[in-house]
């Protein structure tokens, strides 16, 4: 086959980054007064069932941010070239 041109597409496999540090900023931010517990708090454990949601809440936040500015201003993004292949004869597409 033969590549008749090039079509710039988001580099889908950059921006994982970015959605995880909006999120990590959105969860920072939304948490930065709470009051720290005690090691020795009995409600104090690895698993905290406010933290979860707040982390829930960022990452659909920073998911729906991405997506709105990907079809609003895809151009802010990484890019990529992809080849575009001119349709071949028989010989190049076996089945």
């Known amino acids: 086959m033969k590549v008749a041109g090039n079509d710039r597409r988001t580099d889908w496999p950059k921006l994982g980054p970015s959605i995880i540090i909006a999120?990590?900023?959105i969860v920072v931010i939304r948490t930065a007064k709470w009051a720290a517990k005690a090691s020795g708090d009995s409600q104090f454990s690895d698993v905290d069932v406010e933290l979860d949601k707040e982390v829930s809440f960022a990452a659909r936040i920073s998911i729906h941010v991405m997506h709105e500015l990907l079809r609003k201003h895809e151009s802010l993004f990484p890019q990529r070239n992809v080849p575009i292949y001119e349709a071949?004869?028989?010989e190049d597409n076996p089945p």
Do not use: Q
């Open 23 to 25: 999120t990590a900023l």
């Open 88 to 90: 071949g004869s028989d």
